[in-house]
Nanobody, 124 residues
Framework: QVQLVESGGGLVQAGGSLRLSCAAS????????MGWFRQAPGKEREIVAT????????AYADSVKGRFTISRDNAKNTVYLQMNSLKPEDTAVYHC?????????????????WGQGTQVTVSS
């Protein structure tokens, strides 16, 4: 079992930055592909960014490309999402998730473990 706990969310003005963290316990994350997903009220969950289990590949939704960066620190068993130039449309609950031996192409239904999420609110 892998337990995932997100942190770092909050209220920020448009144009600001936040860094989300996803800390894992129970197992090392080194063999898991990781993803950040978000869900806004009344909208479907969408994938934001993914990083392969090896850390060699990353992928981003078009809406965040160039503004968000996903990274991982296996020594700390933590995955990060650096979010810059935030926009009001980035407002959502952000969840991290883990997929065994996942790649950047791993579909959402293959992610076995999910965190509870952290709220990000961007004011205009």
């Amino acid at each position: 079992q892998v337990q995932l706990v997100e942190s770092g969310g909050g209220l920020v003005q448009a144009g600001g930055s936040l860094r989300l963290s996803c800390a894992a316990s129970g197992r090392t994350l080194s063999s898991y592909g990781m993803g950040w997903f978000r869900q806004a009220p009344g909208k479907e969950r969408e994938i934001v960014a993914t990083i392969s289990w090896s850390g060699s590949s990353t992928a981003y939704a078009d809406s965040v490309k160039g503004r968000f960066t996903i990274s991982r620190d296996n020594a700390k068993n933590t995955v990060y999402l650096q979010m810059n130039s935030l926009k009001p449309e980035d407002t959502a609950v952000y969840h991290c998730a883990a997929a065994p031996w996942g790649t950047v192409r791993t579909p959402p239904n293959k992610y076995d473990y999910w965190g509870q999420g952290t709220q990000v609110t961007v004011s205009s």
